[in-house]
């Protein structure tokens, strides 16, 4: 979890109910039923939270890492940005017809009302690989790379096979039709919000409203409003981590019903010391799968 | 003061809009002019007027394969006073670059970012037209990924 202090500034979702124009939340009448519901990451078994490695399996794969100096910063690209960053990610505009919304997905879909599809979810999704990809960007090349290749890797596969397991298209051109399309946005939203992160709100207002929502004419820009700050607030909270924390996944998107105070320096060396004591404890034993090489302090 | 007033107001913050330095699939300056210009009552110009999508062969083929959806048109429908100011308000807020300034990013560590620092520098002189890609440049990019 995220130590920063929350408290009453800019909620995001007040920021976006404070409208007085009333959005009809997004409909999904047109999505079909998934004949299976895909697990959040992989049928893996590895994967789940209720796996856990026995003991001996443990003790043989520290030994291991340990005999053979393995570069775990490198390793732990895959279950990090892979896994727990792209859980997240996909989580945050999920929704299947019929079913309740998370409460992230009821932020997207109803108070913004954005319309319950796949190529939403692709938009919302795609949104919080780029947020996750600045960070990456400043991590060293030779592990940054390797998290974001990690990421993009998963977010194609994963999409591929929702389509067909969950939109029910049988037709592997279809599919492959989709994902080039995707794969086109993705690359154009990328430079997009790229450039309003580096230039300006008005510049990233627009990137949002041609991707996220859609380039509607009929857009609450209310909403368009509380969707800078939460890219803004995101980034914010990323540039305050260290590398380490951020390359060992501890880092989680804050919700829109969230918020973050921006640091005072007092606050930030408090958050620095905590961090050092989690990762470098005193007596300096740490186990080898624990060991890393990317900054504490910056 | 009077939906046009601020309708007319909006139209000047969008006037301030930096310029779209790619062509997109639509801009957002334009279809908002256009759209609070119906708010306030003013007529387009013809250029505000003319369509601007240009129709691909892809769109023509989607036509002649797939019937097209009979489209609803909704009559326009004017904003109340209170949604037009909170209109203005959030774009306001947006021009001011309130929330760049509110998290605010010191030390360049995102925009100067370690594992690429020219990153920023090369995508904004690129779509200023400062300084253009060579194909040496690319070739080097898609080589060692920065």
């Given amino acids: ?57 443990e003790s043989f794969g520290e030994m291991f890492i340990g005999l053979f100096r393995l570069d775990m910063d490198r390793v732990r690209a895959g279950p990090v940005a892979a896994s727990i960053y792209y859980g997240q990610a996909k989580q945050q505009g999920l929704q299947y017809p019929n079913e309740e919304l998370s409460e992230t997905a009821s932020f997207y879909y109803s108070t913004l009302g954005l319309p319950r599809t796949f190529a939403q979810w692709f938009q919302i999704t795609a949104l919080h690989y780029w947020i996750l990809t600045v960070r990456m960007r400043a991590m060293p090349y030779k592990y940054g790379h390797n998290y974001q290749q990690k990421f993009v890797d998963r977010f194609f596969k994963d999409m591929e096979l929702r389509l067909a397991e969950e ?5 592997g051109r279809i599919i492959g039709n989709y994902m080039k399309d995707f794969y086109h946005q993705t690359r154009g939203l990328v430079l997009a919000y790229d450039e309003g992160f580096a230039t300006n709100d008005a510049t990233l207002a627009t990137a ?45 998107f804050v919700a829109p019903n969230e918020i973050v105070k921006p640091l005072s320096q007092a606050e930030e060396a408090k958050l620095k010391e905590f961090a050092r004591s989690q990762f470098e404890p005193v007596s300096g034993k740490v186990l080898p799968s624990m060991r890393s090489s990317l900054s504490l302090d910056e | 003061m009077s939906t046009k007033e601020i309708s007319k107001q909006i139209i000047q913050l969008l006037d301030r809009l930096p310029a779209e330095r790619l062509k997109h ?31 691909t062969l892809t769109d023509v083929m989607k036509e002649v394969t797939f019937k097209p959806e009979t489209e609803v048109k909704t009559p326009f429908v004017a904003l ?16 001011d670059n309130k929330y760049q300034k509110y998290y605010h990013i010191p030390n360049d560590k995102l925009l100067n970012p370690k594992g690429n620092p020219d990153y920023y520098t090369r995508l904004l002189s690129e779509l200023n037209g400062e300084n253009k890609e060579t194909k040496m440049s690319a070739a080097r990019t898609v080589i060692f990924g920065r």
Avoid at chain 1, 17 to 40: C, F, M
Avoid at chain 1, 167 to 171: A, E, K, L, Q, T
Avoid at chain 1, 219 to 233: C, N, Q
């Fill in chain 1, 1 to 57: 979890m995220i130590y920063l202090n929350y408290s009453t500034h800019y909620y995001v979702t007040d920021i976006a109910k404070h409208s007085p124009i009333v959005t009809a939340p997004g409909s999904n009448e047109k999505n079909p039923i998934p004949k299976h519901k895909r697990p959040l990451l992989s049928d893996s078994p590895y994967e789940s939270n209720e796996t856990k490695l026995s003991g001996w399996k």
């Fill in chain 1, 167 to 171: 939109m029910n298209i049988s037709s």
């Fill in chain 1, 208 to 252: 949002l409203w041609r991707n996220l929502f859609n380039g509607r004419e009929d857009v609450d820009i209310v909403h368009l409003e509380a969707m800078v700050s939460y890219v803004r607030m995101q980034l914010y909270v990323l540039s305050k981590m260290s590398d380490r924390e951020f390359g060992f996944g501890k880092f989680t």
């Fill in chain 2, 25 to 55: 699939y639509s801009s957002f300056k334009r279809v908002q002019t256009i759209r609070f210009k119906k708010e306030a009552g003013i007529a387009l110009t013809a250029e505000e007027a003319a369509p601007t999508e240009k129709r």
């Fill in chain 2, 80 to 95: 109340t006073a209170d949604a037009i100011q909170s209109q203005f308000s959030s774009l306001k807020k947006i021009m």
